[in-house]
């Protein structure tokens, strides 16, 4: 169905729903906790309920289609009815529903998913990737890569070796070890993180931190000069590893500046520290090439992935780690006896055969190709606003993007309250039929990456109508 613009509620209920007691939103109100969510404000304006997909659509309980142009959260690649997905579960779920893989078990779907991801990323690195572990979420994969990078320092007899470096405005997850490698003040609030011995630099966002005069080169320059004199003043022997997205997701979509990565690898030889890149959001296509690393030319020793790795249909994360960090952890399990570390539902047997097929199909329908297309006419529909007064800047790189919201282009300042503006036009592009993101007040857009060139034009022209009713609705 084209695309279809609905002004017609403030918040996300209706009247019906806000006057049937026992309707979904009702008792969602009642009865669920929501993530990233203010529960206090949820009671008034409830939730929007999702009850279907079809493509890059999701449809409400009352059949009002959204285009989701956030894949969900970053992650439905293949968007919502991909129904070889669908079979491919429904034979394993037949075949073997679950099973683990402690104590020296294992199933084909585990052992084929570690192969092809140790395959495909091992091009990356030099010497190659040695081992992959299953996880449930990116979260959970962030905390293992800290433990195996913990395990190895006291296998090599380094224990003062442990502390961690970050960045702000990182996403790495909520657990309380991966909340504090993310370096976002909301995560952090209230739940007396970050934990000590994580340490966050600062992030790499030019436009918003570039100093006046400075050119990006000279702004990555900085950063890595800031990076080696934080090791130098905390003691090189002290730290064990660096973390970083290739590109910032949750963040607000920062790309890093030219030779940017460059030069922060270089700072990390010099000190014998290991580089975890988080694929959480890039792996698998998202930014033009298959793996963030590809794009930014990044080598890293530990990559962590998750969502598109399944099209999010299954939870599954998973870290692959070269033969630099898995050699000592290998040997350490041999002194100990066991590898105490594992989860039960690690390596699914349903969620790596959804992960198998998920990866067959960005292959076979070379829809990586497809990111390169249909990003571009997004990022140039985009970039072609930038002249709209409350555009301040337009960034992106394949098919992810982000509009930082202002309402003085000079100052680039939004409104007094930080997020508000950002939040007035994510509502108006949610009434106009299209699902994105504010984080802070930039509007991030990460469609599936099955998206058509049509619908790239139907979330832009929503976009151009979203900015026109705030700025008339601001007065400006
Ligand atoms: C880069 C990155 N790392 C880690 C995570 C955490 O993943 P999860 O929500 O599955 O725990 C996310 C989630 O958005 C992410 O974007």
Same mark, same amino acid.
Request: net charge negative; charged share 20%; hydrophobic share 45%.
């Given at each position: 169905?084209?695309?279809?613009?609905?002004?017609? *509620?403030?918040?996300?209920? #209706?009247?019906?729903?806000? #006057?049937?007691?026992?309707?979904?939103?009702?008792?969602?109100?009642?009865?669920?906790?929501?993530?990233?969510?203010?529960?206090?404000?949820?009671?008034?304006?409830?939730?929007?309920?999702?009850?279907?997909?079809?493509?890059?659509?999701?449809?409400?309980?009352?059949?009002?289609?959204?285009? %989701?142009?956030?894949?969900?959260?970053?992650?439905?690649?293949?968007?919502? !009815?991909?129904?070889?997905?669908?079979?491919? /579960?429904? %034979?394993?779920?037949?075949?073997?529903?679950?099973? *683990?893989?402690? &104590?020296?078990? !294992?199933?084909?779907?585990?052992?084929?998913?570690? %192969?092809?991801?140790?395959?495909?990323?091992?091009?990356?690195?030099?010497?190659?990737?040695?081992?992959?572990?299953?996880?449930?979420?990116?979260?959970?994969?962030?905390?293992?890569?800290?433990?195996?990078?913990?395990?190895?320092?006291?296998?090599?007899?380094?224990?003062?070796?442990?502390?961690?470096?970050?960045?702000?405005?990182?996403?790495?997850?909520?657990?309380?070890? !991966?909340?504090?490698?993310?370096?976002?003040?909301?995560?952090?609030?209230?739940?007396?993180?970050?934990?000590?011995?994580?340490?966050?630099?600062?992030?790499?966002?030019?436009?918003?931190?570039?100093?006046?005069?400075?050119?990006? +080169?000279?702004?990555?320059?900085?950063?890595?000069?800031?990076?080696?004199?934080?090791?130098?003043?905390?003691?090189?022997?002290?730290?064990?590893?660096?973390?970083?997205?290739?590109?910032?997701?949750?963040?607000?979509?920062?790309?890093?500046?030219?030779?940017?990565? %460059?030069?922060?690898?270089?700072?990390?030889?010099?000190?014998?520290?290991?580089?975890?890149?988080?694929?959480?959001?890039?792996?698998?296509?998202? &930014?033009?090439?298959?793996?963030?690393?590809?794009?930014?030319?990044?080598?890293?020793?530990?990559?962590?992935?998750?969502?598109?790795?399944?099209?999010?249909?299954?939870?599954?994360?998973?870290?692959?780690?070269?033969?630099?960090?898995?050699?000592?952890?290998?040997?350490?399990?041999?002194?100990?006896?066991?590898?105490? *570390?594992?989860?039960?539902?690690?390596?699914?047997?349903?969620?790596?055969?959804?992960?198998?097929?998920?990866?067959?199909?960005?292959? /076979?329908?070379?829809?990586?190709?497809?990111?390169?297309?249909?990003?571009?006419?997004?990022?140039?529909?985009?970039?072609?606003?930038?002249?709209?007064?409350?555009?301040?800047?337009?960034?992106?790189?394949?098919?992810?993007?982000?509009? +930082?919201?202002?309402?003085?282009?000079? #100052?680039?300042?939004?409104?007094?309250?930080?997020?508000?503006?950002?939040?007035?036009?994510?509502?108006?592009?949610?009434?106009?039929?299209?699902?994105?993101?504010?984080?802070?007040?930039?509007?991030?857009?990460?469609?599936?990456?099955?998206?058509?060139?049509?619908?790239?034009?139907?979330?832009? $022209?929503?976009? $151009?109508? $979203?900015?026109?009713?705030?700025?008339?609705?601001?007065?400006?």
């Amino acid at each position: 169905m084209a695309f279809a613009p609905h002004f017609k *509620h403030e918040g996300c209920m #209706t009247q019906t729903t806000l #006057t049937a007691p026992n309707s979904a939103e009702a008792r969602d109100i009642r009865f669920h906790l929501h993530g990233y969510t203010n529960a206090r404000l949820h009671e008034t304006i409830g939730p929007l309920v999702i009850e279907r997909g079809d493509g890059v659509y999701v449809i409400d309980g009352e059949g009002r289609r959204y285009i %989701e142009a956030m894949a969900g959260l970053w992650s439905a690649g293949l968007g919502f !009815s991909e129904q070889r997905l669908v079979a491919a /579960a429904t %034979e394993q779920m037949n075949k073997l529903p679950f099973y *683990h893989t402690f &104590t020296h078990k !294992s199933h084909n779907p585990a052992i084929d998913l570690a %192969e092809k991801l140790v395959t495909m990323m091992s091009p990356l690195t030099p010497g190659g990737m040695s081992k992959a572990f299953f996880c449930n979420s990116g979260s959970e994969a962030n905390d293992t890569a800290i433990k195996l990078v913990w395990y190895r320092s006291n296998a090599l007899g380094k224990p003062e070796k442990k502390k961690l470096i970050s960045r702000q405005r990182a996403y790495h997850g909520i657990t309380l070890a !991966s909340a504090s490698l993310t370096g976002l003040p909301n995560n952090h609030r209230s739940f007396d993180l970050p934990m000590a011995g994580v340490l966050h630099v600062g992030s790499p966002h030019f436009w918003r931190e570039g100093l006046p005069g400075e050119t990006e +080169e000279q702004f990555a320059t900085r950063r890595a000069e800031e990076l080696d004199a934080l090791i130098q003043a905390e003691g090189p022997d002290t730290i064990a590893a660096f973390w970083g997205e290739p590109l910032m997701g949750a963040g607000g979509v920062i790309v890093p500046p030219a030779t940017y990565w %460059e030069k922060i690898q270089a700072v990390l030889a010099k000190y014998d520290i290991l580089l975890v890149a988080d694929e959480v959001i890039c792996g698998f296509g998202r &930014t033009g090439n298959m793996f963030g690393c590809e794009t930014f030319g990044i080598q890293p020793d530990i990559m962590v992935v998750s969502k598109q790795l399944s099209s999010s249909y299954m939870p599954i994360a998973a870290l692959v780690a070269n033969e630099r960090v898995m050699g000592p952890v290998l040997d350490e399990t041999g002194r100990i006896g066991t590898f105490g *570390h594992g989860f039960t539902a690690g390596g699914h047997p349903v969620a790596t055969a959804v992960a198998l097929e998920t990866l067959r199909i960005i292959e /076979a329908d070379d829809l990586v190709a497809n990111v390169r297309v249909q990003g571009a006419r997004l990022r140039a529909g985009l970039a072609a606003l930038a002249d709209h007064p409350l555009v301040g800047e337009v960034r992106g790189v394949g098919m992810i993007a982000a509009v +930082e919201m202002v309402t003085d282009k000079a #100052t680039k300042r939004a409104l007094d309250t930080p997020g508000a503006l950002g939040t007035l036009v994510n509502k108006a592009l949610q009434d106009g039929g299209i699902i994105c993101r504010a984080a802070g007040d930039a509007i991030a857009f990460c469609p599936p990456m099955i998206v058509t060139g049509e619908q790239i034009d139907a979330i832009l $022209a929503a976009f $151009a109508v $979203a900015l026109d009713r705030v700025a008339a609705d601001l007065g400006l």
